[in-house]
């Protein structure tokens, strides 16, 4: 028989974060860096733990040199479609520092890429294992299998939603796990499929779980606006990961071209028919596209983005007296609510 979880789950646009009393009095008092031991590869990190998607339009070599700027101080997940050419031609103008903030990125079927890369280019120090369904035995394996050959490196592994799931995967040999299926922006997957979970729930059930066994999680999706990165901290992500928020860049892949009278530039999902039909000829038939391409305004330098992002996060942390972003979470409390914000101007600029 069907069964119903008849607990409510949470997204973004459900909550809002209750103010509290706070001694800070500025913004600038707030440090965004947080430092993590991960419990497999024994690394640590230091950084602002805010992420670029490893989407082909979002998580470039680009991309990675303007938020790993001290500045940012941010990550980036870089995409697996990158030649070995192309990265040792990155490998030769990139410092030590830079690879402390990306990742290499790839499928079940990239072991053999994987392999090639980072013996080449061996300053490479975290791997992102990325597929749609993170609950298949066969990902299960290969992140095991992973942690055998780069038993040094640090592992992200998803995506997956739930948190039995996540504790297989750190004890498979995952430090961190990304979470979310379904909510991003050019994500289909809930329509085609039916499958998926509300964010911000999926988000404080999979951190608990995590937590309890010394790893770490990615907030994977969903984020609009910064108040939903301060949402995503607030519930307890260790890392928060955006793609859509960061398109459109001149960091972001892809030409500016007019529409109607305006600059744009190609966003588009991994999963979609664009992408399919960019990297792997077409959409395989016993398979559906799980993504859409759209086109969004073309937003200028990435850093702009970067500090509206990062002056929000700044700004929840003091209305709810967090001078560290590690505080973020124990001094949150989440109200429900039934509107976000006032939408008589909606069309207005800043």
Avoid at 219 to 226: I, K, R
């Amino acid at each position: 028989m069907p069964h119903i979880d008849q607990n409510v789950k949470l997204d973004f646009k459900d909550v809002l974060i209750r103010p509290k009393r706070s001694t800070l009095r500025s913004r600038a008092e707030v440090d965004l860096n947080r430092s993590f031991p991960f419990r497999n590869s024994k690394m640590d990190y230091t950084g602002v733990p805010v992420m670029a998607a490893n989407m082909d339009t979002v998580g470039t070599f680009q991309m990675a040199k303007a938020l790993a700027e001290p500045e940012f101080n941010m990550f980036t997940c870089i995409h697996k479609h990158y030649t070995l050419q192309e990265w040792e031609q990155f490998d030769k103008s990139a410092s030590d520092e830079l690879y402390s903030h990306i990742a290499i990125s790839g499928g079940t079927g990239d072991l053999d890429r994987l392999t090639e890369v980072i013996k080449s280019v061996p300053r490479l120090k975290y791997i992102c294992l990325d597929v749609a369904n993170g609950y298949s035995e066969h990902f299960i394996h290969f992140v095991e299998k992973v942690r055998r050959h780069f038993p040094d490196h640090t592992i992200i592994a998803g995506n997956v939603v739930t948190p039995e799931i996540v504790e297989e995967l750190i004890l498979k040999g995952a430090d961190i796990i990304k979470v979310g299926i379904g909510p991003g922006s050019v994500c289909t997957t809930r329509v085609k499929t039916g499958i998926g979970y509300p964010q911000l729930s999926a988000v404080m059930e999979c951190a608990d779980a995590a937590h309890g066994l010394g790893g770490h999680i990615i907030s994977d999706g969903g984020c609009t606006c910064p108040g939903d990165v301060a949402k995503a901290f607030g519930a307890g992500a260790d890392f928060v990961m955006l793609g859509g928020m960061l398109a459109g860049h001149d960091q972001s892949d892809g030409q500016v071209i007019e529409k109607n009278g305006q600059k744009v530039k190609e966003f588009y999902g991994m999963s979609s028919k664009t992408a399919m039909e960019k990297h792997s000829g077409g959409v395989a038939e016993y398979r559906a596209s799980e993504g859409k391409a759209v086109t969004v305004p073309y937003k200028g330098d990435v850093a702009v983005t970067a500090r509206d992002i990062l002056g929000g996060l700044r700004s929840t942390c003091t209305y709810v007296g967090a001078g560290k972003l590690k505080e973020l979470s124990k001094r949150t409390t989440f109200i429900r609510v039934t509107q976000q914000e006032n939408r008589v101007f909606s069309t207005g600029k800043e």
